[in-house]
């Protein structure tokens, strides 16, 4: 199994795992970084009055689109 998230990943190693069918898992550190940053960006939300890219808007030509706080799921 081929863990994710101690690392960057190298273009040959996205295309070995793309081509290769092997298995993908989370490495264990990588669980809580996803935390710490969700932790973040709710704390961000909640007190800001300013949009935050393409987290509380959309990305790209949707930039001036508003995702309420309903579909954000927060």
Same mark, same amino acid.
């Given at each position: 199994?081929?863990?994710?998230?101690?690392?960057?990943?190298?273009?040959?190693?996205?295309?070995?795992?793309? &081509? #290769?069918?092997?298995?993908?898992?989370?490495?264990?550190?990588?669980?809580?970084?996803?935390?710490? *940053?969700? @932790?973040? %960006?709710?704390?961000?939300?909640?007190?800001?009055? &300013? #949009?935050?890219?393409?987290?509380?808007?959309?990305?790209?030509?949707?930039?001036?689109?508003?995702? *309420?706080? @309903?579909? %954000?799921?927060?």
């Amino acid at each position: 199994m081929f863990l994710i998230g101690k690392k960057s990943l190298t273009l040959s190693e996205i295309k070995h795992l793309q &081509e #290769s069918g092997e298995k993908i898992g989370l490495h264990k550190n990588a669980s809580a970084e996803i935390e710490k *940053s969700r @932790k973040y %960006l709710d704390k961000k939300i909640a007190s800001s009055v &300013e #949009s935050v890219y393409g987290v509380t808007t959309g990305f790209g030509s949707l930039y001036d689109k508003k995702i *309420s706080s @309903k579909d %954000l799921g927060t």
